[in-house]
């Protein structure tokens, strides 16, 4: 099923961010994304040192399989020409109400807002194709991304035969999602 078309404006200093729906016609703005992130950041996300995606992933992750999948995409427009600066995805998992979600954002992004603000617009998508808990596969060493998700109240699942990940979940109730503030 297509994704639901969603749109969501934020300030970043000053640039404006818009985030939206991953289209089948962002191949290219996705490519140079991940093409553009550091050897770091494309470990951290991809769990694997990657340089760029294989057609199958770049296949895969530009056509969204709604409501199991959802994919949103923050980008900036410069010089006429839209640039992908992050992506945050779920995919659900085995439970019907459970989804794995994984977020990247352009290294000179991070820090931002521009992660958080994704994170929660895909919440929204996640609560309105009925899933109340979201989970986060991180490296042990992806000490970035462990706070990013235990400020948002994300919690440490308890794993027992990898220690080079940290499982994190959090489930949520109708549009409750811990920011921290009340």
């Known amino acids: 099923m ?3 078309e969603f749109h969501d404006t934020i300030t ?6 818009q985030i939206r729906t991953m289209h089948p016609q962002d191949r290219e703005i996705e490519v140079q994304f991940v093409r553009n992130l550091s050897p770091q950041s494309r470990y951290y996300r991809f769990h694997a040192a990657i340089k760029e995606l294989t057609p199958s992933m770049l ?6 399989n709604y409501p199991d999948e959802m994919a949103l995409i923050a980008t900036v427009t ?21 989804a794995e979600f994984a977020i990247v954002v352009a ?31 991180v490296l042990s060493e992806n000490r970035r ?15 027992h035969n990898d220690y080079s990940t940290v499982e ?9 999602f811990a920011t921290g503030r009340k």
């Open 107 to 137: 290294d000179e992004f991070q820090g931002k807002g521009v992660g958080t603000r994704l994170l929660l617009d895909l919440r929204s998508c996640a609560i309105a194709a009925g899933i109340t808990d979201l989970k986060a596969t």
């Open 59 to 64: 296949e895969h992750f530009t056509n969204v």
């Open 12 to 17: 970043v200093g000053d640039t404006e961010v």
């Open 78 to 98: 410069e010089d006429g020409v839209e640039r992908e600066i992050g992506v945050a995805r779920y995919v659900r998992l085995d439970s019907p109400v459970t």
């Open 145 to 159: 991304m462990y706070e990013f998700c235990r400020k948002l109240g994300f919690e440490v699942e308890p794993r």
């Open 2 to 4: 297509k994704a639901p």
């Open 168 to 176: 994190l979940g959090k489930h949520f109730e109708g549009t409750r």
